[in-house]
Nanobody, 121 residues
Framework: VQLVESGGGLVQPGESLTLSCAASGFGFDFYGLGWFRQAPGKEREGVACISSSNSTHYSDSVKGRFTISRDNAKNTVYLQMNSLKPDDTALYYC????????????????WGQGTQVAVSS
């Protein structure tokens, strides 16, 4: 199982970024996928998760600004991030879990290496 995140970078407040996570080595369609983030000195937070049946969950801090989606044909999960704020600065990870697990880190089994997002003026 391999997960490779991309798309991070440095942006100004209010701007947008799209993160991608390319997966390989497992039956992508049958698993839930999640985006998590961890800022220095803080616990890893579940940002957005999508089940195998495409139901989604968002943390309150990103609801209405971030959108998670998956393309099973490309084995890729995306995180569209709009109206970015300095508080969104963190290392963002994608992860694989069961088909319909909660959006908490303990429920996810495989993790990528992360992509850094920094929001600053």
């Amino acid at each position: 199982v391999q997960l490779v995140e991309s798309g991070g970078g440095l942006v100004q407040p209010g701007e947008s970024l799209t993160l991608s996570c390319a997966a390989s080595g497992f039956g992508f369609d049958f698993y839930g996928l999640g985006w998590f983030r961890q800022a220095p000195g803080k616990e890893r937070e579940g940002v957005a998760c999508i089940s195998s049946s495409n139901s989604t969950h968002y943390s309150d801090s990103v609801k209405g600004r971030f959108t998670i989606s998956r393309d099973n044909a490309k084995n890729t999960v995306y995180l569209q991030m709009n109206s970015l704020k300095p508080d969104d600065t963190a290392l963002y990870y994608c992860a694989i879990g069961g088909p319909d697990v909660a959006c908490v880190a303990d429920e996810y089994d495989y993790w990528g290496q992360g992509t850094q997002v920094a929001v600053s003026s």
